[in-house]
């Protein structure tokens, strides 16, 4: 059983930047992360292979965020730069087979809240 636990999340003025880490218990080779809104269904936000070599992002964030990973310590970051009111949401980190689909994925951290604040 992997166990995913993020940090970082927290409130910040539009514009600002957030950086957002997940600590994996052991080595997984996708991961990914997600957010949800309230009322809204849970979206990708930006995903990563195990070399780094292969980076995904969902058109909403691309240009803004950054998804990376530090394979020794079993950890990927997402930098989250100009956010936007509209970036609100709580943010999970996922691991699993890759894709853009949340069922893609089996294991899930806890989520974090990010508030940007207009």
């Known amino acids: 059983q992997v166990q995913l636990a993020e940090s970082g999340g927290g409130l910040v003025q539009a514009g600002g930047s957030l950086r957002l880490s997940c600590a994996a218990s052991a080595r997984i080779f996708t991961m990914a992360w997600f957010r949800q809104a309230p009322g809204k269904e849970r979206e990708f936000v930006a995903a990563i292979s195990w070399s780094g070599a292969s980076r995904n992002y969902a058109d909403s964030v691309k240009g803004r965020f950054i998804v990376s990973r530090a394979n020794a310590e079993n950890t990927v970051y997402l930098q989250m730069n100009s956010l936007k009111p509209e970036d609100t949401a709580v943010y999970y980190c996922?691991?699993?087979?890759?894709?853009?689909?949340?069922?893609?994925?089996?294991?899930w951290g806890q989520g974090t809240q990010v508030t940007v604040s207009s």
């Open positions: 996922a691991a699993g087979a890759g894709g853009r689909g949340a069922a893609l994925y089996s294991y």
